[in-house]
Each structure stands twice: as structure tokens, then as C-alpha cells.
């Protein structure tokens, strides 16, 4: 009986050491699972009460056994979802009873300093000679129009549908002017390098030349975003939508010597296509501060109409040409930055970098220069934008 007793003893004391607590206690996730019963016979069992906090809601959710649809309702700035029946968290939609959502709406603004990169026009040169020579050399820096950081906005809204999902529309637009003169030392002449090689000023030796270049853009975006992974401390969305995106491109030559020859030309576009991306926010301990990323994919379909004149000295109108054509223009978007989030998660700042790249579009150096060969076969280059943008944001 004594042995039985001893065994029995020796059993439970393993088995305690094993689990870490007595073995009628029941064993909860940390924190708050459940209450926790009594180690002692006769002790009332004392639920769980988590702490400041576990229970903050802004940017992360409390720690526990919630949902997946609680965490990330939570995570998106609203109050955890009610629960049903089985303890999870009711996703058929993001309202409460009254039918509000909160926060239903944001608004934000951005605003740009984008520079066109790859998008210059050389105009004209100095030689040390007059039209026709043997060889006639450069003798000073080329003269080109090419566009410098230049201010932009952004603006956009979004609304939810439910703790998962939204919708949106943004605004771009983009505008810039950029104006050049070069003039010839004495001795030397100004050389053309966008009049039409077959017209009789072409070997005109000229004094002085002046160029503006404008380049700008308008995009629209609408975009469905849904939440593809969530945690603690991150948020992962995805979004699917359309983007028309509208460029503009003109330019305009002078070279003087005692009257004015003129180059004039222009590319524009206008298309509409989808757009695909990711945008990835990541936030600190206390759930102010974040990093984030956003990268989207376009592909819009449209045409590019171009154009190019040319008058004489004598304002005879010597070249005059127009081509169209259909292009499938890609547009690829990354930007990176941090931000700061406010306690209620109503108000949102950040300042980041972002990139740009178009391809397959018709430039207005490409345009020149197959007007100037007479070929037209293959027009298609990049551009590119890069520089800064910050946001401010409000959610309510």
C-alpha cells in the first residue's frame, strides 16, 4: 500500500514538473483565452484581464485569441468585429449596428517633386565654321532643354466595403516648363540639330538659338484594394483597378541670324488599361511610427499622335508632317518612405521616394529624329520619373 501511495505521489510530482502547474489546472494562450479555474479546491476561478496594453487597438491588435477578422479590423483603425456563436469575428461587412463604419473614409493629398529623367532635347551646337565643311567641330557644350525637379500633386479618396476591402480613386497631375538660349562666340556659329537635314537652312550659319521644352502629365486611377496578409505589427494589401494616364509633350525652336527660322513639334497620348500592385506597411512597438512600401504594374493602351513644322527665314512653311499609332504603353510604380500614425489612427503622415518608369513611349527627341531620317519603323523609348512625396491623410 505504502509502494502503491509512493508511485502514485511520484507520478503526479513528474507530471507537475512537466506541465508547470498543477495538473487540474487548465492551461490558457497567453493572454486571456479563457478563465483560468482555480489551482486550490474551493478557490472561485478568476478570469483573465488583460492590460492597457493588450487592449490599445490602434495600428495593432490586442493581444489574445481574436480572429483573424478582428485582428484586422483592428489593424485598419475600426473596433473589433462582434463575435457569432462559434467566436469568430462577423466579416459579412465593416458596419455596426447603425450602419457605420469607422472609419469609413480617407482623404489624402500627396505632394511631388518629380524630376523626367531621360527626356532631353538636344537643339543645337557650336562649330567652328559655317555649313557645309569638310568636318565642322564642336566647340562649346551641347545645347539642350532638359526638365529639373519640378513640383506636382496627387489627391485621391477611398471608402470601405467591409474589414477586408475598399475602394478608391486618386488624381496625378504633372507639370513642367523648361526654356534654354545659347549663343555662338565670335568666330564660331550655331549649328541646328533638329531642322530637317534636306532643307536649304539647314546649312544656314546661325548666331543665336533658343528652345522650350514642356512636359507634362495627368493620371486617374481607380483601384479595389483587399487585405492579403495581416499581423501584429503589418499589414499586407493588394489591388486590382484601371489607370488612364494622359502626356502632353511640346516643343519649340528658334535660331536667329537676321530673321528666325522655327522648329515646332509635339507627342502626346491618351490611353486607358488595368492596374495591378502591392502596398506593405510595417509598424513600430507603440504602433506610431511605420515603413511602408507600395509597388503597382500599369498597362495602358492608346494612341500617340505627333507632329513636326518647320518655316524658313522667310516664314515659308518648309516641312509639315503628322503620324499616328497605337501603343501599348507600361507603367511601372515603386515608392518606399516611413510615416507617423496617430493615436486613433485618424491622422496619417509620411514622406518617401519614388520611382517611375514608362516604356514604349514616343519622345520628342525620338520623334525629331526619325523625322530628320525619314524612318518611322520601331518609335517606342522610356521615360522616367523619380524625386519625393509626402502625404498627409485623414480617415474618419
Known amino acids: 500500500m505504502k509502494t502503491t501511495c509512493f508511485v502514485s505521489a511520484l507520478v503526479l510530482v ?46 495593432q491588435p490586442a493581444y489574445g485569441p481574436q480572429s483573424y477578422a478582428t485582428q484586422v479590423a483592428m489593424l485598419q483603425g475600426q473596433p473589433p468585429r462582434p463575435e457569432n456563436a462559434s467566436g469568430s469575428a462577423q466579416v459579412d461587412n465593416c458596419c455596426d449596428a447603425s450602419g457605420c463604419c469607422d472609419p469609413r473614409w480617407r482623404f489624402f493629398g500627396d505632394f511631388l517633386f518629380l524630376r523626367p529623367r531621360n527626356a532631353e532635347v538636344a537643339y543645337a551646337a557650336v562649330i567652328n565654321g559655317p555649313l557645309p565643311a569638310p568636318a565642322p567641330i564642336q566647340v562649346a557644350p551641347i545645347a539642350l ?110 535660331f536667329l541670324t537676321n530673321n528666325a527660322e522655327t522648329v515646332n513639334t509635339a507627342s502626346n497620348f491618351d490611353g486607358g488599361g488595368i492596374r495591378i500592385g502591392l502596398e506593405g506597411e510595417r509598424y513600430s512597438t507603440n504602433g506610431a511610427w511605420m515603413v511602408y512600401g507600395r509597388g503597382s504594374a500599369s498597362f495602358v493602351g492608346g494612341s500617340f499622335r505627333s507632329s513636326y513644322t518647320q518655316d524658313d527665314l ?8 503628322a503620324w499616328t499609332a497605337g501603343r501599348l504603353v507600361t507603367m511601372l510604380d515603386l515608392e518606399v518612405g ?25 519622345k520628342t527627341d525620338e520623334w525629331i529624329d526619325s523625322v530628320r531620317r525619314n524612318n518611322f519603323v520601331g518609335l517606342g523609348d522610356t521615360l522616367s520619373f523619380d524625386g519625393l512625396t509626402a502625404r498627409a491623410e485623414l480617415r474618419f
Open 338 to 362: 516611413v510615416g507617423w500614425v496617430s493615436s486613433a489612427e485618424r491622422l496619417r503622415c509620411s514622406i518617401g521616394y519614388m520611382v517611375s518608369g514608362w516604356y514604349n513611349v514616343v
Open 145 to 254: 532643354v532638359d526638365p529639373d525637379y519640378t513640383p506636382a500633386f496627387r489627391v485621391g479618396f477611398g471608402r470601405a466595403i467591409d474589414v477586408c476591402t475598399s475602394v478608391g480613386a486618386s488624381f496625378t497631375h504633372f507639370e513642367s516648363q523648361t526654356a534654354h538660349a545659347y549663343a555662338a562666340t565670335p568666330g564660331n556659329f550655331v549649328h541646328s540639330l533638329v531642322s530637317h537635314p534636306g532643307t536649304a537652312s539647314a546649312a544656314t550659319p546661325f548666331l543665336t538659338a533658343t528652345a522650350n521644352y514642356g512636359l507634362d502629365f495627368d493620371l486617374i486611377d481607380l483601384d479595389y484594394r483587399g487585405v492579403l496578409t495581416a499581423g501584429d505589427r503589418h499589414i499586407v494589401n493588394y489591388l486590382v483597378g484601371g489607370r488612364y494616364a494622359g502626356i502632353t509633350q511640346d516643343f519649340r525652336a528658334q
Open 314 to 321: 522667310l516664314g515659308a512653311r518648309v516641312v509639315d508632317t
Open 14 to 59: 513528474v507530471v507537475m514538473l512537466a506541465t508547470g502547474q498543477p495538473v487540474n489546472a487548465q492551461q490558457a494562450p497567453y493572454p486571456g483565452a479563457g478563465p483560468h479555474v482555480a489551482a486550490y479546491p474551493g478557490q472561485a476561478p478568476q478570469a483573465y484581464s488583460p492590460g492597457p496594453y493588450a487592449q490599445q487597438a490602434y495600428m
